[in-house]
């Protein structure tokens, strides 16, 4: 039977894509297949803020900023912790990655029309030694455009390769299954959903109108990650961070199923390190969702007090933005499932910013008067005020009394006591007034201000949270956001699947999430953040760049 195109790409999601136009810029034929319809092209990345780890880039040396390999590598292994005999591979992808983004990553995005904005952010600063989690040095680099600026310049390559014949796109066409012929993967089958016009990123019907089939010498695995599926995401939560939460909200659309995982799994490819994931733990519930329990992340600057349900301060160094996953053992060890932000307008207003690229008008849209109004403006940005206004997690108060008294409404388990929680914050008051303090999150604070970045955008001027000149006072109830999927299909850097014993399985290659970014986990247990896109972009380009050599 004759083949329907060299290379079939399973999921048009930004790993997808970038495969697709590497395999089509060989020369080859290639089919991407994808579940949803047209209007869902580049999936998850769409949907995200763009940041990019990016090392010892022009836009941090113009900042200040000294970065390298070597320190980036440290603070990746640091925040990796391999540990398992199965982490040979990750690790590999690991070292790899790193030399990638302190080298051609930002040349070869700049060359297809790629741009970044030029204050660089820093995520995950860890607070332990240095040699454990976190970024010595701010590394998240926002493209400007965020997610639709990342997906735009592999979607124009794409439909150039479309308008050449080389690259066909199958929408609403469902993979139910891999074919193999003598031990190698040939193809796929599975279904034709009917046609649905939903708006991008909702939920499609899953009405199926017919079959299909399709042949190739190789199949790339392209299909993202569990977390959009909760029973999934519960089936393989890891001890280690206490008992799945309860209540769960999605940071990811519905789409990002885990099925096509099951189906890989089930054709022989080796699935390692599925207990490795990483969600957040200052999620919101969107007031106006897009998808099923749609959720935001607030990505906070260092200055908010965190408190667990039962009024506890969070210990050093779990402040906002320091440890993602030590901060979700912590609360799921507190025995539920949520926390809380307590701080003030003038924290709010230079400390929250709002993950995904509708929740970000300004950089999305390119307009950099809009984007200069993020220092200059009285209040937050518009869609954080609107989340202050219509947010089910916000309480907003001039008095503290009041203020605790909504929280154990919204709560209702009056579980917080105005005297307790007002004795800790009185205390973290008083370090205010003297720079030489003890309270390791104001020291967080004033070492984050001696970064022009954060001075100028993410950190506002330490003051004390019960001054009413800084009013009003808000808390704002956190929850669980599932997003991402760390471990994945093994895979050598051809991006080639292993399956039992060791052995690659021939024809079979997979990329982005589903193979843990690379490797099946190159991120280990924690991300240093913006390595998930990275990690789509590397990988797809081997995958791509390996099929599309061994069809040849
Ligand atoms: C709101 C948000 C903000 C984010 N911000 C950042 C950020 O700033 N920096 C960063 O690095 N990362 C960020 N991320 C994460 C990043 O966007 C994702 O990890 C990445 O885009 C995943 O890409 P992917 O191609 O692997 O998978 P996906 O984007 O999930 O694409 C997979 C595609 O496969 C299709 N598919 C699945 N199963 C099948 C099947 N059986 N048959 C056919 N098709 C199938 C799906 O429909 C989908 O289109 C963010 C994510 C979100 C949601």
């Known amino acids: 039977m004759a083949d329907d195109a060299d290379v079939i790409v399973v999921g048009g999601g930004l790993a997808g894509l970038v495969a697709a136009t590497e395999i089509a810029d060989a020369g080859r034929r290639v089919i991407v297949v994808d579940q949803e319809g047209e209007q869902n092209l580049g999936g998850q990345a769409f949907w995200s803020f763009g940041g990019l780890f990016l090392v010892d880039s022009p836009e941090q040396r113009r900042l200040g900023i000294k970065d390298s390999y070597e320190l980036a590598l440290q603070d990746w292994m640091g925040s990796a912790g391999f540990d398992r005999d199965e982490d040979l591979w990750p690790r590999r ?45 701010p590394r998240f680099h926002v493209t400007w455009g965020t997610g639709p600026g990342i997906v735009e310049p592999f979607e124009r390559r794409a439909r150039e390769a479309q308008a050449r014949g080389l690259l066909t796109f199958r929408f609403r066409h469902r993979v139910d299954a891999l074919t193999l012929t003598g031990g190698a993967v040939d193809g796929v089958t599975g279904s034709i959903l009917a046609p649905d016009k939903v708006e991008r990123g909702q939920s499609s019907s899953r009405e199926i109108t017919g079959d299909f089939t399709l042949r190739a010498q190789a199949v790339i695995v392209a299909s993202g990650g569990i977390g959009g599926n909760h029973d999934l995401v519960r089936q393989n939560w890891p001890k280690r961070l206490g008992d799945a939460p309860k209540n769960l909200i999605s940071g990811v659309p519905e789409h990002v199923d885990g099925r096509m995982i099951g189906i890989t799994e089930e054709a022989g490819a080796r699935l390692i390190n599925r207990d490795r994931m990483w969600h957040y733990v200052e999620g919101i519930r969107n007031w106006s969702p897009i998808w099923p329990r749609h959720g935001i992340r607030i990505l906070p600057g260092p200055s908010s007090m965190w408190f667990d349900a039962t009024g506890k ?222 990690g789509c972009l590397f990988s797809g380009r081997n995958a791509g760049r390996a099929a599309a050599k061994a069809v040849g």
Do not use: C
């Open 93 to 137: 992808w690991a070292e790899a990655y790193v030399a990638f983004a302190a080298g051609e990553k930002r040349g070869w995005l700049r060359a297809m029309g790629h741009r970044i904005f030029p204050v660089v952010g820093w995520a995950e600063r860890g607070g332990y030694d240095a040699m454990s989690h976190g970024n010595s040095v």
């Open 313 to 534: 301060r969070l210990p050093s160094p779990l402040f906002p933005g320091s440890d993602t996953l030590g901060q979700l053992q912590y609360i799921m060890g507190t025995g539920y499932d949520y926390s809380w932000f307590v701080l003030t307008q003038s924290i709010i207003k230079k400390e929250f910013a709002l993950s995904g690229s509708e929740q970000n008008p300004d950089l999305t849209g390119k307009s950099w008067l809009m984007t200069a109004r993020r220092a200059t403006n009285k209040g937050a940005p518009a869609p954080v005020e609107a989340f202050k206004t219509h947010g089910a997690d916000f309480v907003v108060r001039d008095n503290f009394g009041d203020l605790v008294s909504a929280m154990n409404a919204l709560a209702g388990d009056n579980l917080l006591k105005l005297d307790d929680l007002k004795t800790q914050i009185e205390a973290r008051d008083r370090e205010i007034a003297n720079p030489y303090v003890k309270d390791t999150q104001v020291m967080n604070i004033h070492n984050a201000r001696r970064y022009i970045g954060d001075r100028l955008v993410r950190t506002a001027k330490p003051h004390r949270i019960l001054d009413p000149a800084h009013g009003p006072l808000i808390a704002v109830k956190l929850n669980i956001l599932t997003r991402k999927t760390l471990g994945g299909f093994e895979t050598d850097l051809d991006s080639r699947v292993f399956g039992s014993e060791g052995k690659v399985m021939p024809g079979l290659y997979a990329a982005g999430e589903a193979a843990g970014f690379g490797g099946g986990g190159m991120h280990g247990y924690r991300s240093l953040e913006g390595t998930f896109l990275g």
